[in-house]
């Protein structure tokens, strides 16, 4: 008896662990996914930076219409793509040109 139960323990096993019936479906998952939904390169304009006018930290770049460092690039150009192409994904390759306060002149200091 103890020889039949270890049999059909090792057959259901076997049967369990022998084949992966969703190796082929999620292959042909991956095969039909989408690459990018857009590749294209775009210059914010006076209307893209109004649109974070209600956004908390970015009223200087809403009313001078350029950023004055990278923190707030990295933080509000994803803010400005989601509001005006709503439909990309993290797959979209979007290449943004802004444009850039450095400050004045005499604010720049060259330590030698």
Known sequence: MKLFNKLYLFLFVALAFACDPYEETFQEIEESTPGPIANIEITLND???ALL????????????????????????IPMILSQKYPL????????VNYDFYRGRADEVETVY
């Open 53 to 76: 006018e209600e956004v908390e930290g970015a009223e200087s770049v809403a009313q001078y219409g350029n950023f004055d460092n990278e923190e707030d690039v990295r933080e509000f």
């Open 88 to 95: 990309f994904d993290n797959k979209s390759l979007v290449t």
């Open 47 to 49: 209307d893209d930076y």
